[in-house]
Nanobody, 123 residues
């Protein structure tokens, strides 16, 4: 499984941005796709996850209600719609994948990673 993230950029606080993660290779229904982020000087942290077969999402408390994760199986792409962005959302965002249906927020449990895409939110 190869993952390619895109869509980052510079946005003002309160604005919106949508990230995309294109997956190549076989993605099975029992895979979980996720977004993580890493701010300068901080650990990489979990943001959101979705079961590839759909219907099961989970969010970090810090983004609940502002971010939405979705996927398009026809395009083999996962999205992260980010609304009401705050300066503290500034980070490099990574997409990741793992086999299994259970919600896992630990980055060490994800076997596949894409390169990051920078999101900068100005105040």
């Amino acid at each position: 499984v190869q993952l390619q993230a895109s869509g980052g950029g510079l946005v003002q606080a309160g604005g919106s941005l949508t990230l995309s993660c294109a997956a190549s290779g076989r993605i099975f229904s029992m895979y979980r796709l996720a977004w993580f982020r890493q701010a300068p000087g901080k650990e990489r942290e979990f943001v959101a996850t979705i079961l590839w077969s759909g219907g099961s999402t989970y969010y970090a408390d810090s983004v609940e209600g502002r971010f939405t994760i979705s996927r398009d199986t026809a395009k083999n792409t996962v999205y992260l719609q980010m609304n009401s962005l705050k300066p503290e959302d500034t980070a490099v965002y990574y997409c990741a994948a793992r086999q299994g249906v259970v919600v896992i927020t630990s980055r060490s449990r994800y076997a596949y990673w894409g390169q990051g895409t920078q999101v900068t939110v100005s105040s």
